[in-house]
C-alpha cells in the first residue's frame, strides 16, 4: 500500500509558475513509476505527466509539454510537478498516482495508488 499527498497548489496570474509535491509513504518509493493527472470542473480526469521508476523516462500530456516538468527524488520519497508559464486552461485539481507497472500509459486504470489532490487556479 501507498498513501500519497500534494502539495503546493494555490492561486497564480497567467505566466507563473508553481511546484507542486507529491510525498509518499508506504512500500518501496523507487519501485513505482509516478504520475500527475488533473481534472477542471465538468471534464474527464486527464493525464499530465509521468515518471518511471526505471530509468527516469518522462511522458507528458501534449498540452504542457515544454512548460511543465516531472521529477522525483527518491532518497525524499517525492515527486515533482514544475509547471511554468500556466495559463487559464491549467486550472483544475491535480492529482499525484503511483503504478506499479513500468510504463503504464497515460491512463488512469494504469495507476494503482492515488493522492486526494491539491487545486491549481489561474487567473486571466
Known amino acids: 500500500q501507498v498513501r500519497l499527498v500534494e502539495s503546493g497548489g494555490g492561486l497564480v496570474q497567467a505566466g507563473g509558475s508553481l511546484r507542486l509535491s507529491c510525498a509518499a509513504s508506504?512500500?518501496?518509493?523507487?519501485?513505482?513509476?509516478m504520475g500527475w493527472f488533473r481534472q477542471a470542473p465538468g471534464k474527464e480526469r486527464e493525464f499530465v505527466g509521468s515518471?518511471?521508476?526505471?530509468?527516469?523516462?518522462?511522458n507528458y500530456a501534449d498540452s504542457v509539454k515544454g512548460r511543465f516538468t516531472v521529477s522525483r527524488d527518491n532518497a525524499k520519497n517525492t515527486v515533482y510537478l514544475q509547471m511554468n508559464d500556466l495559463k487559464p486552461d491549467d486550472t483544475a485539481s491535480y492529482y499525484c498516482?503511483?503504478?506499479?507497472?513500468?510504463?503504464?500509459?497515460?491512463?488512469?486504470?494504469?495507476?494503482?495508488?492515488w493522492g486526494q489532490g491539491t487545486q491549481v487556479i489561474v487567473s486571466s
Open positions: 498516482a503511483a503504478s506499479e507497472q513500468v510504463h503504464p500509459g497515460p491512463f488512469s486504470a494504469g495507476f494503482d495508488y
Open positions: 508506504g512500500r518501496t518509493f523507487n519501485r513505482y513509476t
Open positions: 515518471i518511471s521508476w526505471i530509468g527516469g523516462t518522462t
